[in-house]
Nanobody
Framework: QEQLVQAGGGLVQAGGSLRLSCAASERTFNTQHMGWFRQPPGKEREFVAGINSEITYYSDAVKGRFTFSRDNTKNTVYLQMDSLEPEDTAIYYC????????????????WGQGTQVTVSS
């Protein structure tokens, strides 16, 4: 069964950087259409960034600060997070999209286990 295994995250001061990774457990898993979501404390899960083949797209809240990338040789996607702000504190999830270019969580079918990112002020 396909699985997405996340790594990275942790505690960082405002202005700092973190990188999250998300590895597909099966070599045949298609990582062409993937996304990152986050769930801040007490709030709904929200879209952060996505990749549609070679095209990346971002929420307005992270555009210019976060970068989505992919290493096809490792079947792994990454979320580089720079200039972090306390408002970025959340549990971050990677997910596989069955609808290319989607920003809607219900169009994603496989999810990573989630990783905590905490940004202190």
């Amino acid at each position: 069964q396909e699985q997405l295994v996340q790594a990275g995250g942790g505690l960082v001061q405002a202005g700092g950087s973190l990188r999250l990774s998300c590895a597909a457990s099966e070599r045949t898993f298609n990582t062409q259409h993937m996304g990152w979501f986050r769930q801040p404390p007490g709030k709904e899960r929200e879209f952060v960034a996505g990749i549609n083949s070679e095209i990346t797209y971002y929420s307005d809240a992270v555009k210019g600060r976060f970068t989505f990338s992919r290493d096809n040789t490792k079947n792994t996607v990454y979320l580089q997070m720079d200039s972090l702000e306390p408002e970025d504190t959340a549990i971050y999830y990677c997910a596989h999209s069955r609808a290319p270019g989607s920003r809607w969580a219900n169009e994603y079918d496989f999810w990573g286990q989630g990783t905590q990112v905490t940004v202190s002020s």
